[in-house]
């Protein structure tokens, strides 16, 4: 295994002295943060829930509070604020050329009821509000943003030299990944390139994931899929079901396994598709268990078609749990 390297602390990166302030903003399933950077480094971040009642534009209005809350507790003027950089779950709908949201885990009028969100938005709106408030923004896959820092600051670059063909996965609230090949970053014609958490490969039917797919690796695994699917046995969420895997549970351990078996096919499939050299894994479900899961994950891969396989190494991501502000960072600085 290659080690990674070692984490920089985002709180010493700063913008040249003069620079106008940029603000960088991380969605997820779970919550929003954003943080502003200015020549004084990275600073006041703040963070709620994710808004996920009300009309669509909820979450777009909670956004630009969030960064005038942020601002003003860094002693700013929202105005000279130069530039938003947005990471965001997806997958995206592009409205007249603006990104909106998909997203399984914030609207619910994807699944419908039975995925249990106080909604039924097909999207959320996201860029065009932001870009009524604000002059420059840029909204990317949360997956290829914590790419593009894993391969500037992270593990996926040796020496300060950014792999040309390297993926990035989120184990976390949902299921990401972006993805590089031949030092491209790959986007698709919606920017949703990198949703392999919505591939299926398992015959598993008892999984609904918030995008209305039974059974696929995000219904299966992600982190709020765990307690719907084993609340019943005893594992209310994923905290629950690691504990008892580490206190000898044997069923919780089988559990886990065969989580690590539908992760392991994910990566396969990526490795194999798209002949990568290093993929680096983060997210709160694996980054709270990596010395556990990361042998497991690495064993799934082992000695598949060592042409593709071989090579490849799966690592832990280099900026640890901060890879989320990292990756609104690095889409601006």
């Keep these: 295994m290659t080690a990674t390297p070692t984490t920089p602390s985002i709180d010493d990166f700063k913008l040249p002295v003069g620079s106008a302030p940029l603000a960088c903003v991380d969605i997820g399933g779970t919550k929003v943060a954003v943080n502003i950077v200015d020549e004084r480094g990275v600073r006041a971040k703040v963070a709620e829930p994710t808004s996920t009642a009300g009309t669509n534009d909820a979450l777009a ?7 005038g809350q942020s601002a003003a507790s860094a002693g ?15 997958p995206f709908v592009l409205n007249q050329g603006l990104v909106e949201l998909a997203a399984p885990n914030i609207c619910g009028g994807l699944a419908g009821k039975a995925r249990g969100l106080p909604n039924d938005w097909q999207t959320a709106l996201l860029e065009a509000p932001l870009r009524a408030a604000f002059a ?17 600051w992270g593990a996926l670059q040796t ?23 031949d030092g491209h970053v790959l986007r698709g014609k919606n920017g949703n390139a990198g949703h392999a958490g919505h591939l299926f490969v398992s015959d598993n039917f008892d999984a609904l994931c918030g995008c ?77 268990h990596r010395d556990y899961l990361l042998p497991k994950l690495q064993a799934v891969l082992r000695g598949k ?6 090579g490849c190494t799966i690592v832990s991501a280099g900026l640890g749990a901060r890879v989320g502000d990292y990756g609104a960072l690095a889409l601006v600085a």
Aim: charged share 15%; aromatic share 6%; glycine share 12%.
């Design 212 to 288: 209305g797919n039974v059974g696929d690796v995000e219904g299966l695994i992600a982190g709020n899929a765990l307690a719907r699917r084993f609340a019943s046995q005893g594992y209310p969420d994923a905290a629950a079901l690691f504990a008892a895997a580490y206190a000898g549970d044997t069923r919780a351990a089988g559990i886990i396994d065969e989580l690590c078996l539908v992760m392991g096919r994910m990566l396969y499939n990526l490795v194999a598709t798209l002949d990568l050299q290093r993929v680096s894994i983060g997210g709160s479900v694996y980054w709270h």
């Design 305 to 310: 078609l060592p042409s593709l396989t071989d």
């Design 159 to 181: 020496d300060g030299v950014p792999l040309a063909n390297c993926a990035y996965v989120t184990w976390s609230t949902g299921i990401g990944t972006g993805l590089c090949v």
């Design 76 to 90: 700013l003027a929202v105005d000279t604020i130069a530039r938003v950089g947005v990471a965001s779950c997806g």
């Design 136 to 152: 420059n923004v840029r909204v990317e896959n949360d997956g290829i943003g914590a790419l593009e820092a894993e391969r500037r």
């Design 61 to 67: 209005q909670q956004i630009i509070r969030l960064i």
